[in-house]
T-cell receptor, first 115, second 113 residues
Framework: GAGVSQSPSNKVTEKGKDVELRCDPI?????LYWYRQSLGQGLEFLIY????????KSGLPSDRFSAERTGGSVSTLTIQRTQQEDSAVYLC?????????????FGPGTRLLVL | AQSVTQLDSQVPVFEEAPVELRCNYSSSVSVYLFWYVQYPNQGLQLLLKYLSGSTLVKGINGFEAEFNKSQTSFHLRKPSVHISDTAEYFC???????????FGTGTRLLVSP
């Protein structure tokens, strides 16, 4: 079946612009996660959704970062007023809400470059 | 809070040789343990996981790992590597009461002929 998909695959933006990153989880998966992978910080958790609610958003680095999930499916990560330190690969993952919920399936990521 | 240590940033090995990638974790509560592999310009793929039960777990592509609670380790092994195993390998833990993964810094496995 189809895996987790993310768009765009690459995004180049100028400092100060806003960007939106999209994640389509595996159909039927109720849990969705965002992570960031950067050279300096490695793989970091950003936010976790269960359905449309975000019980854990402890990893969002600043109030410039926000995320939402609608219809229990697609999620959008928004970065406002981008900074050069936001350059990273943003990974999305999903997992079933019941049995097997501990296993996260990752998408290919969105590579963001802020100039 | 949990943390994961992968002491080896890079492991060079010849094809058909055995390999062990080390992972140690720290946690005050029970955890699940995972190994993921990342090929260039791709996302993370699950190799194997330990949830409970037998401490030796087998995964895809001939990899296996052993959970050692007393040493808080979860080392990954393969008896004979292939060129195609060249990739970055990440060890991760998850608190059984929460959902987020905490990753190590990764080990780059370089397999040469």
């Amino acid at each position: 079946g189809a895996g987790v998909s993310q768009s765009p695959s690459n995004k180049v933006t100028e400092k100060g612009k806003d960007v939106e990153l999209r994640c389509d989880p595996i159909s039927g998966h109720t849990a969705l996660y965002w992570y960031r992978q950067s050279l300096g910080q490695g793989l970091e958790f950003l936010i976790y959704f269960q359905g449309n609610s975000a019980p854990d958003k402890s990893g969002l680095p600043s109030d410039r970062f926000s995320a939402e999930r609608t219809g229990g499916s697609v999620s959008t990560l928004t970065i406002q007023r981008t900074q050069q330190e936001d350059s990273a690969v943003y990974l999305c993952a999903s997992s079933p809400g019941s049995a097997g919920q501990e296993t996260q399936y990752f998408g290919p990521g969105t590579r963001l470059l802020v100039l | 809070a949990q943390s994961v240590t992968q002491l080896d940033s890079q492991v060079p090995v010849f094809e058909e040789a055995p390999v062990e990638l080390r992972c140690n974790y720290s946690s005050s509560v029970s955890v699940y343990l995972f190994w993921y592999v990342q090929y260039p310009n791709q996302g993370l793929q699950l190799l194997l996981k330990y949830l409970s039960g037998s401490t030796l777990v087998k995964g895809i592509n001939g990899f296996e790992a052993e959970f050692n609670k007393s040493q808080t380790s979860f080392h990954l092994r393969k008896p004979s590597v292939h060129i195609s195993d060249t990739a970055e390998y990440f060890c991760a833990v998850m608190n059984t009461g929460f959902q987020k993964l905490v990753f190590g810094t990764g080990t780059r496995l370089l397999v040469s002929p």
